[in-house]
């Protein structure tokens, strides 16, 4: 069963506009951390946050904010007056005790393209 | 500070070669390592979790005789795809962890495109 789900598969927008990505995960754990990563064209996983299942403060960070919800289970992020640079795929990934010793669940991933 | 590096970024190689990516911890020690695959367009799938000393723990349908990996020291481990065919074609990611307690980050490599003709 897919653990993270980042329903938006595409999303395009136009610069300077603002942009939510969601993702819902599911856990019977009660310790767990949560990810978002960006992935840009030419591979490799760039980290932006990490949030654990104790800590529901919102965080801003720049122009990146991130709203994490238990009660719906969801971690959403906000990015805003987007710019061409966001343009890639954005990961949100579960990590937990029960599976794998803390190994990343990966959502499907939701590419973000940002034109001028 | 935490960086992995990991080589090479991208191989070709003809069906039936046997193909080794290295993954280094650089400035720490890593207990664990995961190894992850990603299709084009796909997400990030876990196949194997490395820890040192020990065998590798493979997640369910990944060939442990196919992908063989060995984590011989604290700053190394290596994912051989052995025999490697077109369809083990892929994005090869590792990351890597210190210590084994859940609020220790993973740090990722930036991964080995192999290309199988």
Known sequence: AQKVTQAQTEISVVEKEDVTLDCVYETRDTTYYLFWYKQPPSGELVFLIRRNSFDEQNEISGRYSWNFQKSTSSFNFTITASQVVDSAVYFCALSEALDSGYALNFGKGTSLLVTP | ?117
């Open chain 2, 1 to 117: 500070g935490a960086v992995v590096s990991q080589h090479p970024s991208w191989v070709i190689c003809k069906s039936g070669t046997s193909v080794k990516i290295e993954c280094r911890s650089l400035d720490f020690q890593a207990t664990t390592m995961f190894w992850y695959r990603q299709f084009p367009k796909q997400s990030l799938m876990l196949m194997a979790t490395s820890n040192e000393g020990s065998k590798a723990t493979y997640e369910q349908g990944v060939e442990k005789d196919k992908f063989l990996i060995n984590h011989a020291s604290l700053t190394l481990s290596t994912l051989t795809v052995t025999s490697a065919h077109p369809e083990d074609s892929s994005f090869y990611i590792c990351s890597a962890r210190t210590g084994t307690g859940s609020n220790q980050p993973q740090h990722f490599g930036d991964g080995t495109r192999l290309s199988i003709l």
